[in-house]
């Protein structure tokens, strides 16, 4: 079973639009990582939060983590056709093993 | 640097017919994944390797599904006999030792008739 959710499942917002993205995950984390995937590609690493940290900026993304809740959030700023792509949340339950949600697929139209 | 390396891009096959995939890590990375991607889903873990030992294949389907990772470095995952809930994306995805972030293939989209 997958350890995070995204919501919402896909998103679809016009060219400079922010896009706001949330997850939630089941148990205790060490930290919580976003990935991006472009259509027909592997994933790519976009930023790591955490878990003793509550909200991390990195260029256009912003992430806050709620432990509380067991959830997090990506933004993404004046969005770009280029972020046209399935976003992934993972959490690092143990050390060594990560586990996705099933995603958010988001559109930025022009 | 150079990337995860991943062949073949596509595969097309007939069930019960065998597979194998290759992955070849970034240098250096000891730890090593096969992801499994079923359209619409998240990646599925199916087998962690620490240089070339198992760390975790408890999601491997092990009746039809193996992998090595011979000398620590490039990994095969094979299917044998495959199925037609086996067509997905294959992602490889490595790890440098102490490292938190995963490095991905482009993956291998299998397709079984």
């Known amino acids: 079973s997958q350890q995070g959710e995204e919501d919402p499942q896909a998103l679809s917002i016009q060219e400079g639009e922010n896009a706001t993205m949330n997850c939630s995950y089941k148990?205790?984390?060490?930290?919580l990582q976003w990935y991006r995937q472009n259509s027909g590609r592997g994933l790519v690493h976009l930023i790591l939060?955490?878990?003793?940290?509550r909200e991390k900026h990195s260029g256009r993304l912003r992430v806050t983590l709620d432990t509380s809740k067991k959830s997090s959030s990506l933004l993404i700023t004046a969005s770009r056709a280029a972020d046209t792509a399935s976003y992934f949340c993972?959490?690092?339950?143990?050390?060594?093993?990560?586990?996705f949600g099933a995603g958010t697929t988001v559109t930025v139209r022009a | 640097e150079a990337g995860v390396a991943q062949s073949p891009r596509y595969k097309i096959i007939e069930k019960r017919q065998s597979v194998a995939f290759w992955c070849n890590p970034i240098?250096?990375?000891?730890?090593l994944y096969w992801y499994q991607q079923i359209l619409g889903q998240g990646p599925k873990l199916l087998i962690q390797?620490?240089?070339?030992?198992?760390?975790?294949d408890s999601q491997l389907p092990k009746d039809r599904f193996s992998a090595e990772r011979l000398k620590g470095v490039d990994s095969t995952l094979k299917i044998q006999p495959a199925k037609l809930e086996d067509s997905a994306v294959y992602l490889c995805?490595?790890?440098?030792?102490?490292?938190?972030?995963?490095?991905f293939g482009s993956g291998t989209q299998l397709s079984v008739l």
């Open positions: 995805a490595s790890k440098e030792t102490g490292g938190e972030k995963l490095f």
């Open positions: 148990t205790s984390i060490n930290n």
């Open positions: 939060i955490r878990s003793n940290e």
């Open positions: 993972a959490t690092f339950v143990v050390d060594y093993k990560l586990s």
């Open positions: 240098s250096g990375h000891a730890t």
């Open positions: 390797f620490q240089n070339n030992g198992v760390v975790d």
